[in-house]
């Protein structure tokens, strides 16, 4: 009888769960409603099915608990032949329940693998831990990369005698912006381990894996400022490889291309500031901001704001003078003089000694 | 079935010493215990495991030594422990063992010696995973899926020694279930005894049977991959590693494919589920039959299900992939073959709840983690039709409400039918019943306690939130309402967690206290009841193999005194007993 009741209680408070509760899904931002609209159907006939089958094992708890030993002799429980009709009957209509939910997926998904045709391809990058983003630039097609053309001046790795790639934009921060009402087609790269390329109020979400390119599509609908978060497991900061991606209106979007560098301008440009330019692009194609901000706020390292010159507590309650020795130390033999507080969660960066000059530079340049 | 005559002339040994009887013990009941005792061990770490980061997920920070690395070192070896080291070797080691032989009327596995090496082997596999924990840098934190290139790149914790003793582990584990394997098909198939035909075998036996043969075809694709990943990682091949640089560096790997890891994973993976869940669906059938005093529904049709199960198991390893980048269109064909793999499920699902129908229902604690396992596994039934249909799949995967729906489906439900199955048989296998009243508390505390960690938890998948996050609190998409939420979770498991202090009182307990229960206490007819004694002795059946006469469910034939007739009393001797009415 307990069991009965408490099921009863389980069912109807889970029912009102789904209608009354503050977690429901991201306002959608793209024409994946249609997504949106699966899951009503999903849940609602695997709602009905739930909520019938527990009824039913309700009812049978109730009706048919022993009552203690029979007077007549006959058994309580009844020894009824199979029924093949009702089997086939329950098979057949769980069949169509089946049926009404794979259709009208498949049909949404048909429409997700067809890339629409004048889609905008854009690229997205994804490193240990961090997001970078290539435009086709004015011929529309994205140049030629390769992962061993990858340097400290071509962190993109773009062929630099493919001519498509010569105007392709790059855009070396975390920061995207799209236009709103245009689908683009997100083609997916990633650089070093899998990452996931996912912005909850699109719905859609592809794998990025090195060594192919992937790829899936969406048309913005709804101007704002989006979260990426990576959702494909990525190693020790996989958490905080965050990034943003801005759906614009179309005056704003041009207005934010044309500042952006095409990849044969970043080919020749090179100004000399005494490596301060060179240490945070190789702090960007590291992966450091992933780990240690520029802002002052706390992350899974001590911020670069202001860490020049400061004083830093050490786990054995010793003191260290945050120079250029030290920092040195600190990026080629992490584990080796490890502030308070702080997890030892960096691996060892084996940079060379001028690289490590132009990285000290930067950290130096952030007041 | 010749092997049955041998059977019988066989001279029963019976080992004398301490050491050859409760060590290197070649009786599978004593196997089985080996089995089931680590297995609950390493059970009870991944819990704690478990406990440790639902307090980081609940409680930001309020661990000390919870840090990045340390928290992907626990989900890891959470997830693994689980999986394989738990409930595969509880389900096929433990409960295979002991149930096959007395359950089909053998004297004993078909290889004894065989099966006390997998016995071993299985420990040692446990204790060099255990070594992860006390080798530089740690167990590894590559997730339990150990997806290439990250499980073996720096940026992983565990990337040095972990990942190698993880892979080394994972091989030495499958030569233990491949021993193990080998000897309960083969026992199923050749050392049955007189008159017990395969339709008269209990589901039990049939879960376990076809999740075996699941296990010997699926194992080997992750020995393979295990295998390749080792020389990636240890000579530097590139079977799962393209070119691709790391930290920032320039690699040596070049021309690998990660995806093929994922094929070979999931190849294994997929039918793993099934490995845990047929024989949970066997065990389950067989407890709501004795329980509730009828036959089991529509045994037949509950036989082809189990096979048709296992079967499509193995063509839709993909569903765990639609998201991985993988060709598109492959999505078409698995989100097909998933759903339909739902139908042989549903009527599993139906022919149980037909069991109750016009039953006697005792309500035992067994019989109450029946109820809950059917449920459970209800619930974490119909999320999966969410995430195998491609599409909607898409928004869901690698968010909260997949890990809501696994654990459902075959982390607590699973787990459901081990407490219900031990509750059972533990009077077959020590002679005494478990405490009612610790087993009635631990059943409701468990039962309502997954539910409240598990149910509301998919809708935090709804909303978006990722998996596998050390921290989720800085982004902005993520309300308080959902911290909040998580901290209530953890509060519920942490409560389940402590609860299952009562069950290992209680098994401790009952084993040397409880309650006599002579032989047959459930009145049950399957065979493993009708033992000469209890516990079973060394060769089960003394000196003549029993006969068998019928199936394993007849419970309240009419015109029969007792409510249910063995297995191995013979027409004559029914038709000596039966009641004039």
């Known amino acids: 009888m307990a069991l009965a009741i408490i099921l009863v209680v389980l069912l109807i408070g889970s029912t009102i769960f789904q209608f009354v509760n503050p977690w429901s899904a991201t306002p959608v931002a793209s024409n994946w409603g249609s997504i949106d609209n699966i899951i009503v159907i999903t849940s609602v006939i695997t709602g009905i099915f739930f909520v019938g089958i527990t009824l039913f094992v309700v009812y049978a708890l109730v009706k048919f608990r022993h009552r203690g030993p029979s007077e007549n002799g006959q058994h309580q429980a009844s020894y009824e032949p199979d029924s093949k009709k009702l089997e086939w009957w329950l098979t057949g209509i769980t069949t169509v329940g089946i049926c009404a939910l794979l259709a009208p997926g498949l049909v949404v998904y048909d429409d997700f693998v067809h890339v629409p045709e004048g889609a905008t391809e854009v690229e997205v990058v994804g490193k240990q831990w961090m997001w970078s983003f290539r435009l086709p630039g004015e011929d529309g097609k994205l140049g030629h990369a390769k992962v061993k053309l990858i340097g400290m001046d071509n962190p993109f790795g773009l062929d630099p005698d493919d001519p498509n790639g010569q105007d392709d934009l790059l855009i070396n921060t975390n920061v995207l912006h799209l236009p709103i009402d245009k689908p683009v087609k997100m083609v997916l790269r990633s650089l070093d381990v899998l990452h996931n390329f996912y912005v909850p109020q699109i719905r859609a979400k592809m794998d990025m894996v090195p060594g192919q390119v992937s790829y899936f599509w969406f048309t913005p609908t709804k101007e704002g400022r989006y979260e990426i978060l990576c959702a494909e497991y990525c190693g020790v900061a996989h958490y905080n490889m965050k990034g943003h991606m801005i759906i614009d209106s179309a005056e704003n979007y041009q207005a934010w291309l044309s500042e952006q560098p095409t990849f044969a301008s970043s080919l020749v440009s090179g100004s000399d500031d005494g490596g301060v330019e060179q240490g945070r692009q190789l702090a960007e194609s590291s992966g450091c901001f992933a780990c240690h901000s520029i802002d002052g706020s706390k992350s899974l390292g001590p911020t670069w704001k202001g860490l020049f010159g400061k004083t830093e507590v050490l786990m054995d309650g010793t003191t260290v003078v945050a120079d250029e020795a030290y920092l040195k130390e600190s990026i080629t033999d992490p584990n080796a003089k490890m502030v308070k507080d702080y997890a030892p969660v960096m691996v060892a960066y084996p940079l060379s000694d001028s690289q490590l000059d132009a990285l000290v530079e930067y950290i130096k340049s952030t007041p | ?581």
Request: no cysteine; charged share 10%.
């Open chain 2, 1 to 581: 079935m010749a092997y049955v005559h041998d059977a019988e002339k066989e001279a029963l040994h019976q080992p004398h010493s301490f050491w050859s009887k409760y060590v290197w013990s070649q009786d599978h009941k004593v196997i089985a215990i080996q089995y089931s005792l680590i297995a609950i061990f390493a059970g009870i770490i991944a819990l704690v495991l478990s406990a440790m980061m639902r307090m980081q997920i609940g409680f930001p920070g309020s661990l000390e030594f919870m840090d990045a690395n340390t928290y992907y070192q626990a989900m890891t070896m959470h997830g693994m422990i689980m999986v394989i080291y738990l409930l595969t070797a509880l389900f096929l080691g433990g409960f295979g063992n002991y149930m096959i032989p007395l359950m089909v009327g053998a004297r004993d596995m078909v290889f004894p010696f065989v099966n006390m090496l997998s016995v071993w082997f299985y420990f040692l596999s446990v204790i060099i995973l255990l070594a992860s924990f006390f080798v530089p840098g740690g167990p590894t934190g590559a997730g339990w899926t150990l997806y290439p290139p990250q499980a073996i790149t720096a940026g992983t914790p565990g990337m040095e020694w972990g990942i190698i003793l993880m892979l080394v582990s994972l091989l030495v584990f499958i030569i233990a279930a491949t021993m193990g394997g080998l000897n309960y098909v083969t026992t199923v198939i050749q050392a049955r005894t007189y008159g017990m035909t395969l339709l008269r075998m209990p589901l039990t036996v049939w879960g376990i049977f076809m999740a075996t043969i699941l296990a010997l075809l699926a194992f080997p694709a992750l020995f393979v991959s295990g295998v390749m990943m080792l020389l990636d990682r240890t000579i530097g091949t590139s079977f799962f590693m393209p070119e691709m640089i790391s930290m920032g560096q320039q690699t040596d790997y070049d021309g690998g494919s990660p995806i093929l890891f994922q094929h070979l994973f999931w190849f294994f993976g997929h039918p793993e589920v099934y490995i845990v869940a047929l024989p949970a669906f066997g065990m389950i059938s067989d407890i709501l039959s004795v329980h509730s005093r009828k036959k089991v529904f529509g045994y037949k049709m509950m036989v082809w299900a189990i096979v048709a199960i296992g079967v499509l198991s193995f063509i839709v390893w993909a569903h765990h992939m639609y998201v991985s980048g993988m060709n598109p269109y492959f999505g078409f064909f698995f989100a097909t073959t998933t759903l339909i793999i739902a139908v042989p499920t549903a009527i599993k699902v139906y022919n149980w709840v037909l069991t109750l129908w016009k039953g006697d229902i005792h309500m035992t604690v067994p019989l109450l983690f029946a109820v809950a396992f059917i449920f459970t596994f209800l619930a974490g039934g119909l999320t999966g039709l969410f995430l195998g249909n491609v599409i909607v799949d898409i928004p869901l995967s690698d968010t909260y409400f997949v890990v809501a729906h696994f654990h459902m489906v075959m982390g607590v439900a699973p787990v459901l039918v081990v407490f219900g199955s031990i509750y059972h048989w533990f009077p077959k296998i020590t002679g005494r019943m478990m405490n009612d009243k610790i087993g009635m508390w631990h059943f409701w505390i468990t039962f309502l306690g997954t539910y409240a960690i598990y149910f509301p938890m998919h809708y935090l998948g709804i909303l978006g939130m990722p998996r596998r996050y050390y921290d989720s609190t800085a982004y902005e998409f993520i309300p308080q309402s959902a911290h909040d939420l998580n901290a209530f979770i953890t509060i519920a498991a942490l409560i389940v967690g402590a609860a299952q202090v009562l069950f290992i009182y209680n098994m401790i307990h009952s084993a040397f206290k409880g309650k006599e229960s002579g032989p047959n206490p459930w009145n049950a007819a399957s065979l493993e009841w009708q033992t000469p004694q209890t516990p079973p002795v060394h060769g089960n059946w003394g000196e003549k193999l029993p006969v068998v006469h019928r199936w394993p469910y007849d419970y309240s034939v009419p015109g029969v005194k007792e409510d249910f007739v063995p297995q191995n009393v013979s027409e004559q001797e029914l038709e000596a007993n039966k009641v004039k009415l």
